[in-house]
């Protein structure tokens, strides 16, 4: 009786070690969690830089120009946003919203050259150097993006635009002849902030 009752206790024991060992875990994985949100969804006040300024955190994965039909010969600079930048984003310049289009797509990494299939948001303003185009667009993670801004709004230069959860890349396309880039391939820009071109007198 007494060994029944020993080995009984015994099992209860163990498995009191487990379930708290379980909880333990849960408990550390849910504070992980949280802190990753804490983190990505942070949306710290911004002194505005001078010029145009970035419209994304991250690193500059390209600088090209491009012929693009909404914007005519333009200069596109790309940038990848990771899990642990600031993924609100704002605007380059001041000026008015004249479209915003919503297109579906895959969800691609979005330093891939195949991204241009992804799900994307593409902002038109009117600004005094004329059109200019900004375009988040989703990745892997990224499955939504959330626009702060309608048509017709008039926005200011480093305004909130719009946040894409969980991350991916925005481009910013710009009359070419009208500015002169500040920027550089692999550079990292703070939203808001970092000057990545200068308007030409």
């Not at 020993?6 to 333990?24: D, E, K, P, R, Y």
């Not at 200069?75 to 984003?89: A, D, E, P, R, Y």
Request: hydrophobic letters at 45%; charged letters at 20%; proline letters at 3%.
């Amino acid at each position: 009786m007494l060994v029944f009752i020993g080995i009984t206790l015994g099992g209860i024991l163990v498995t009191v070690t487990i379930l708290q060992a379980l909880f333990s875990f849960l408990f550390l994985l849910g504070c992980l969690l949280l802190l990753v949100l804490l983190i990505f969804f942070r949306d710290p006040e911004r002194m505005i830089g001078e010029g145009i300024v970035a419209a994304a955190d991250g690193v500059i994965r390209e600088i090209t120009t491009v012929q693009d039909p909404d914007i005519g010969s333009c200069t596109k600079i790309s940038t990848f946003m990771n899990l642990q930048n600031v993924h609100v984003n704002r605007m380059p310049l001041d000026g008015k919203i004249t479209n915003i289009t919503h297109q579906s797509g895959t969800y691609l990494p979005a330093f891939m050259k195949e991204s241009w299939r992804n799900e994307r948001l593409i902002i038109i303003s009117n600004t005094t150097l004329g059109k200019i185009k900004i375009v988040l667009i989703a990745g892997t993670l990224a499955r939504r993006i959330v626009p702060y801004i309608q048509k017709g709004d008039m926005i200011k230069k480093g305004q909130r635009i719009g946040l894409i959860r969980l991350g991916s890349r925005v481009d910013v396309y710009l009359p070419k002849n009208k500015i002169t880039i500040h920027v550089q391939q692999k550079q990292r820009l703070l939203a808001g902030v970092s000057t990545i071109a200068a308007i030409n007198d």
